[in-house]
């Protein structure tokens, strides 16, 4: 594929290495394992003087081509996939950090990845200091001789805060560390961490990759040496939280329609957070395509569009927001997000519950804040579905 084609052709036509049956989509090779010829290309296999697939938890033409793919939408000299966004980043920080290295992060990521960070990596010696996802003065007086790792998530989850790819990339060069980015908010179709000076991306294939949530996935993307030689691709085969083919195949095609749907889900979260803010009953509108956004420049520059994530606070708090939740009847009641339908959320009392009441309101999850993951449907009908729940409060 040429380089030059637009990243919604790329989505289309990356990737496809047609079978002898010369099949027009995308074939779903669903097996663990491949056959040789003879003695000779098993060995020659095995010692990698030829290339070609052996076993599924190392290669698997099915991932080949999502990898390929998501390779070419992010801009990436390579991409490995794994089983899930999650295996994603614990093979980055296998791969590539040891014990004694030390982590720098945002304070506003996914809960996940908040537990794997200081509660298992921990154990091993690696130490993780969380700061501030917009304050850069914070991450730089956080830089430690053992630092290797900057992680961030932009937009921020549930308050949409962004974080200055490019200046954080500058912060890390400058110090011999790695800037991942996960990506998962906004997708390649908005945002390229990669060509803002990120070293590494990350995904979960599970949110808008795949786009209409049916299975989980994940992959990191970045230089060939970092993705495949210093030792992710090496942690993944060896430990195997590989991704299954099948999966791989369903999100290739999801992945086809990733541009439109994420202009879709804009422009609908757009006309959301615009009616939300004229509603008397709420305080706040969370949503980087509003005006009215710290970052409402930062994230212009950055992105493409919004994305799909809106949250918003109620003036009279948690009675207020579960009012909203338990009137909703197209909208679904779920902590997922990416989805073609919309979803809604209370984060103080689900995804973010386990985190202390203080550093909830120091983070401004409030008790009044609800997270909606706008869908495909009409505005009009999301609207009303809300409506009648923000009438009664
Ligand atoms: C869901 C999510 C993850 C984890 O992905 P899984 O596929 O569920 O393992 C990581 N980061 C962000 C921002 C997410 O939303």
Same mark, same amino acid.
């Given at each position: 594929?040429? &380089?030059?084609?637009?990243?919604?052709?790329?989505?289309?036509?990356?990737?496809?290495?047609?079978?002898?049956?010369? +099949? @027009?989509?995308?074939?779903?090779?669903?097996?663990?394992?491949?056959?040789?010829?003879?003695?000779?290309? $098993?060995?020659?296999?095995?010692?990698?003087?030829?290339?070609?697939?052996?076993?599924?938890?190392?290669?698997?033409?099915?991932?080949?081509?999502? +990898?390929?793919?998501?390779?070419?939408?992010?801009?990436?000299?390579? /991409?490995?996939?794994?089983?899930?966004?999650?295996?994603?980043?614990?093979? /980055?920080?296998?791969?590539?950090?040891?014990?004694? &290295?030390?982590?720098?992060? =945002?304070?506003?990521?996914?809960?996940?990845?908040?537990?794997?960070?200081?509660?298992?990596?921990?154990?091993?010696?690696?130490?993780?200091?969380?700061?501030?996802?917009?304050?850069?003065?914070?991450?730089?007086?956080?830089?430690?001789?053992?630092?290797?790792?900057?992680?961030?998530?932009?937009? =921020?989850?549930?308050?949409?805060?962004?974080? #200055?790819?490019?200046?954080?990339?500058?912060?890390?060069?400058?110090?011999?560390?790695?800037?991942?980015? &996960?990506?998962?908010?906004?997708?390649?179709?908005?945002?390229?961490?990669?060509?803002?000076?990120?070293?590494?991306?990350?995904?979960?294939?599970?949110?808008?990759?795949?786009?209409?949530?049916?299975?989980?996935?994940?992959? *990191?993307?970045?230089?060939?040496?970092?993705?495949?030689?210093?030792?992710?691709?090496?942690?993944?085969?060896?430990?195997?939280?590989?991704?299954?083919?099948?999966?791989?195949?369903?999100?290739?095609?999801?992945?086809?329609?990733?541009?439109?749907?994420?202009?879709?889900?804009?422009?609908?979260?757009?006309?959301? $957070?615009?009616?939300? +803010?004229?509603?008397?009953?709420?305080?706040?509108?969370?949503?980087?395509?509003?005006?009215?956004?710290?970052?409402? #420049?930062?994230?212009?520059?950055?992105?493409?569009?919004?994305?799909?994530?809106?949250?918003?606070?109620?003036?009279?708090?948690?009675?207020?927001?579960?009012?909203? *939740?338990?009137?909703?009847?197209?909208?679904?009641?779920?902590?997922?997000?990416? #989805?073609?339908?919309?979803?809604?959320? @209370?984060?103080?009392?689900?995804?973010?519950?386990?985190?202390?009441?203080? =550093?909830?309101?120091?983070?401004?999850?409030?008790?009044?804040?609800?997270?909606?993951?706008?869908?495909? +449907?009409?505005?009009? &009908?999301?609207?009303? #579905?809300?409506?009648?729940?923000?009438?009664?409060?």
């Amino acid at each position: 594929m040429s &380089d030059d084609f637009e990243l919604e052709t790329l989505a289309l036509h990356t990737g496809i290495h047609r079978s002898q049956f010369n +099949e @027009h989509a995308e074939a779903l090779y669903l097996t663990s394992s491949f056959v040789f010829e003879n003695a000779a290309q $098993a060995a020659a296999r095995f010692s990698g003087t030829e290339p070609g697939n052996i076993y599924s938890r190392f290669t698997n033409p099915t991932v080949t081509a999502f +990898e390929e793919r998501l390779a070419a939408l992010e801009g990436a000299e390579a /991409c490995v996939a794994t089983s899930s966004g999650m295996s994603a980043i614990l093979a /980055c920080a296998m791969g590539l950090l040891s014990a004694g &290295d030390h982590i720098i992060a =945002s304070r506003s990521l996914f809960g996940a990845t908040v537990n794997l960070f200081t509660n298992i990596l921990k154990r091993f010696n690696i130490e993780t200091t969380f700061v501030s996802a917009t304050d850069i003065s914070q991450w730089e007086a956080a830089m430690r001789p053992g630092t290797k790792l900057l992680f961030v998530e932009t937009p =921020s989850n549930p308050l949409t805060e962004i974080s #200055d790819i490019g200046a954080l990339a500058s912060v890390a060069k400058k110090a011999g560390a790695w800037l991942a980015v &996960d990506n998962c908010f906004c997708s390649p179709a908005l945002q390229r961490p990669l060509q803002l000076g990120a070293d590494l991306v990350i995904h979960s294939a599970t949110k808008y990759l795949e786009g209409q949530g049916r299975v989980l996935g994940g992959a *990191v993307l970045g230089s060939r040496d970092l993705v495949m030689e210093q030792g992710i691709f090496g942690f993944l085969r060896t430990a195997g939280p590989s991704l299954s083919p099948f999966n791989a195949w369903v999100i290739l095609k999801g992945m086809e329609t990733l541009k439109i749907r994420m202009e879709a889900h804009s422009s609908n979260a757009l006309e959301i $957070a615009r009616w939300l +803010e004229s509603q008397p009953g709420v305080a706040k509108v969370h949503y980087p395509g509003l005006v009215s956004h710290p970052q409402y #420049d930062l994230a212009r520059r950055q992105q493409k569009t919004g994305g799909g994530i809106v949250s918003f606070e109620l003036k009279n708090g948690k009675d207020a927001a579960w009012r909203v *939740v338990d009137s909703v009847r197209m909208i679904s009641i779920t902590a997922n997000l990416g #989805d073609t339908k919309s979803t809604l959320t @209370h984060p103080a009392t689900t995804t973010h519950a386990r985190i202390s009441q203080e =550093s909830r309101d120091a983070a401004g999850i409030t008790d009044g804040l609800l997270r909606i993951a706008v869908g495909l +449907e009409a505005a009009k &009908d999301i609207q009303a #579905d809300l409506a009648r729940g923000l009438a009664a409060t």
